[in-house]
């Protein structure tokens, strides 16, 4: 009989927690209310149902970089043997930024410090996204500085194990000016596929590039709207038969925002493309997706109705593109969704703000498949707040992380486990890493019971900003 966790777990002793220095030690609060083990094969074990209000990280690590200024992670990726990679952004002695990679286990570097990747115009390069791909490989994407002084797009990859900087690759497009990777994905043949931006004739696009394993270019897609805005991709997803989904923004007349969302074949042939401008004909942006069981995929965002107000929109897709629009979120006034995940038992759960008093505040929304809401909540703060990223477990655990004000010099990172399973566990985290108003997570993964959010946090000293790492267990 194999004893989950969630039995063992049942007090912060049993998580050998170690705290770092600053952070706050309240004193464990969790309450046991059931447990029941089922041990029966082929079924879940329940939960030892239980809440702590005051979790805190057993491991937190700063990374500061040798310019000792701008400094921040964007992305992190769990793996079944307990690694974190986290990728980010440090500036260097020479006062430029570089893209970063770290590679954690237990709360300690594997490598002793961060690799990097510093263009050969040594100018400002920057991680935005990453992705794992077969055989123990890491890709980041974002823009690097070119030698005319103008982005490329850049896609550098690494080996997990060593650190070793494998091979790079760039876009410079048709005009020679900014190009930028804004969102990853890899397959199950190590084919990498990039989507952002390119400046064409007309303006910027929307662009996708894919390349092999070995760096071989494979395809790539190119979209300008009607009014040849700024048109950028937000976020990508690859399925398991190798199709890739894009969501981007397209700007319309007079600058009106249309919601666009794509699905490629493997081998880049356009399957299909909607344009969604919500459910008044009148504005939509929906960037962040989720991948849909069944196939398709949901994005989310918001929407603007005929009332001039922006409502927490989300969108679920099949994958022959049918189109079905969850009502939307709306309150008296504006709300908004900043990403999407889906939970084991198969509901949706979008996080992001409501306004409240001329500010933001964290709202979370969880919906059911057919897209009627569960479950929503407002988070009061003194401050402008909101969920920057949400993940899920494999247990009816759904984890949304923001910030949250509570005075002057106290934005507070907040982290919270919430669960869909009648008993299940939900703890609430607040990690204060510096007195300031600047420490924002920008990034969250799970696995198993293993949760690491990552983002930036302000020193306090003079243009000095870390990357931040904090991980839970439970």
Do not use: C
Not at 315 to 336: C, E, P
Not at 361 to 384: E, F, K, N, W
Not at 396 to 412: A, E, K
């Amino acid at each position: 009989m194999r004893i989950t966790n969630d039995i063992l777990d049942m007090s912060r002793a049993h998580l050998h927690r170690r705290p770092a220095p600053g952070l706050r030690r309240a004193a464990a609060s969790i309450v046991v209310l059931a447990a029941l083990l089922a041990v029966t094969a082929g079924v879940t074990p329940a939960h030892a149902a239980f809440w702590d209000p005051d979790a805190t990280p057993v491991w937190a690590n700063y990374e500061n970089g040798a310019g000792d200024t701008d400094d921040y992670a964007m992305d992190v990726k769990l793996t079944g043997g307990g690694v974190t990679y986290v990728a980010g952004t440090v500036t260097n002695a020479q006062g430029n930024t570089d893209i970063s990679l770290g590679k954690y286990l237990a709360g300690v570097s594997v490598w002793g410090g961060l690799k990097t990747y510093n263009g050969a115009a040594h100018g400002d390069d920057f991680a935005k996204k990453m992705a794992l791909g077969p055989g123990g490989v890491v890709y980041v994407t974002g823009p690097s500085t070119s030698g005319a002084g103008n982005a490329d797009l850049v896609v550098v990859k690494w080996s997990g194990k060593t650190g070793k900087r494998l091979w790079v690759r760039r876009y410079d497009g048709p005009k020679h000016l900014a190009d930028a990777g804004s969102a990853i994905g890899v397959d199950r043949r190590g084919n990498v596929t990039v989507a952002g931006y390119s400046y064409s004739g007309n303006g910027q696009d929307v662009f996708v590039r894919s390349w092999s394993a070995s760096g071989k270019v494979r395809w790539s897609w190119r979209y300008d709207g009607v009014a040849h805005g700024p048109d950028s991709a937000s976020d990508l997803y690859v399925a398991g038969d190798g199709s890739v989904y894009v969501s981007a923004v397209v700007r319309g007349v007079l600058d009106a925002t249309t919601s666009l969302t794509a699905r490629f074949s493997s081998l880049g042939k356009k399957k299909w493309m909607d344009l969604y401008t919500g459910p008044d004909n009148l504005e939509a942006a929906a960037g962040n997706i989720a991948a849909r069981p069944g196939g398709g995929v949901y994005v989310a965002g918001w929407a603007r109705t005929t009332t001039m107000a922006y409502d927490g929109l989300v969108v679920a897709y099949k994958a022959d593109g049918t189109r079905s629009v969850f009502a939307l979120n709306s309150g008296a006034t504006d709300q908004g969704f900043n990403d999407v995940a889906v939970t084991s038992g198969g509901d949706v759960v979008a996080v992001g703000y409501s306004v409240v008093a001329g500010h933001n505040q964290p709202r979370r929304v969880r919906y059911d498949p057919l897209g009627v809401v569960q479950m929503s909540a407002t988070v009061p703060t003194s401050g402008s707040d909101e969920y920057t990223a949400v993940a899920t477990d494999a247990y009816g655990g759904y984890y949304p992380t923001g910030t949250n004000t509570n005075g002057v010099g106290d934005m507070r990172v907040e982290t919270r486990r919430l669960s869909t399973v009648v008993g299940g566990g939900s703890w609430v985290s607040e990690v204060l890493p510096h007195a300031t108003p600047a420490n924002r997570p920008t990034a969250i993964a799970v696995r198993g019971t293993t949760v690491v959010v990552v983002g930036q946090t302000d020193t306090g000293l003079a243009a000095d900003d870390d990357q931040f790492l904090f991980t839970y267990v439970y």
